[in-house]
Nanobody, 117 residues
Framework: QVQLVESGGGLVQAGGSLRLSCAAS????????MGWFRQAPGKAREFVAS????????DYTDSVKGRFTISRDNVKNTVYLQMNSLKPEDTAVYYC??????????WGLGTQVTVSS
């Protein structure tokens, strides 16, 4: 089973960009679907994006389509979330997760993203 560590969060002005990284340790990173979720204060955790094992199939929640891009490097055991044109409503803790068999089974501790207006 992999362990996940997110990085790259921070404070950015509206319209700016950030790139989140999620480094996986352990075995068989390439066998997992990888995803990003986020949780804003007082709200439920929500799906942001996912990428299949080979990287050829991605999915996004509607609110980030055209602004966020998920990618992965199966040699570096890392998944990325490039976030452009950030909005204050993107402010949240962002979590990396690994899934298998239709369920996300491993979670990182999260990284804070704050977008100021």
């Amino acid at each position: 089973q992999v362990q996940l560590v997110e990085s790259g969060g921070g404070l950015v002005q509206a319209g700016g960009s950030l790139r989140l990284s999620c480094a996986a340790s352990g075995r068989s990173f390439s066998s997992y679907t990888m995803g990003w979720f986020r949780q804003a204060p007082g709200k439920a955790r929500e799906f942001v994006a996912s990428i299949r094992r080979s990287g050829d199939n991605t999915d996004y929640t509607d609110s980030v389509k055209g602004r966020f891009t998920i990618s992965r490097d199966n040699v570096k055991n890392t998944v990325y979330l490039q976030m452009n044109s950030l909005k204050p409503e993107d402010t949240a803790v962002y979590y990396c997760t690994a899934g298998v068999g239709g369920a996300y089974v491993v979670w990182g501790l999260g990284t804070q993203v704050t977008v100021s207006s």
